[in-house]
């Protein structure tokens, strides 16, 4: 659809997200192709930046203050969660083999001393440590570059 609307296409997606990345295209094109029944959403390339916290403790406790302390009720065993971000370095000791990389959506190639976003949000998770649920599955979706940022 693209070349219809006088744009390149960048990137396609087509397996979790169903769609693309144009570049080159006017406003009024964008709205046209905004218009197509086909389409379900046209938005503008923005910038996103990852920032760094832990904050379990707000997790089990509503009231304030914090007692700093957090008691996960179960470790999430069975579970997976996918962490949208920047590459897990799936070898970490936190995760004791239980985190994989999904798919990589960026045009980057990064190490795994690129990792650390990705990793630290992976370790939030399911860190065996500090992990909300210890015992979660961790499956990494690559969206932000090496730089710990991304556009959508």
């Not at 009024?28 to 904050?55: C, F, I, K, N, T």
């Not at 000791?93 to 190490?111: I, K, Y």
Request: hydrophobic share 30%; charged share 20%.
């Amino acid at each position: 659809k693209a070349k219809d609307f006088h744009g390149r296409s960048k990137k396609s997606f087509k397996k979790l997200l169903k769609g693309g990345v144009i570049d080159g295209m006017s406003a009024a094109d964008a709205y046209r192709l905004s218009e197509d029944p086909g389409v379900l959403l046209v938005e503008q390339d923005s910038m996103v930046h990852a920032y760094q916290s832990w904050g379990q403790d707000r997790m089990d406790q509503r009231s304030l203050p914090l007692d700093g302390i957090y008691d996960a009720p179960n470790d999430g065993a069975g579970v997976t969660a996918y962490v949208f971000d920047t590459w897990v370095r799936t070898s970490h000791t936190e995760f004791q083999g239980r985190a994989s990389v999904g798919e990589d959506f960026t045009d980057e190639s990064c190490d795994s001393s690129d990792s650390s976003h990705g990793t630290h949000v992976a370790g939030t998770i399911g860190g065996k440590t500090y992990g909300i649920a210890p015992g979660v599955n961790i499956v990494s979706l690559v969206v932000l570059g090496c730089g710990g940022s991304g556009s959508w």
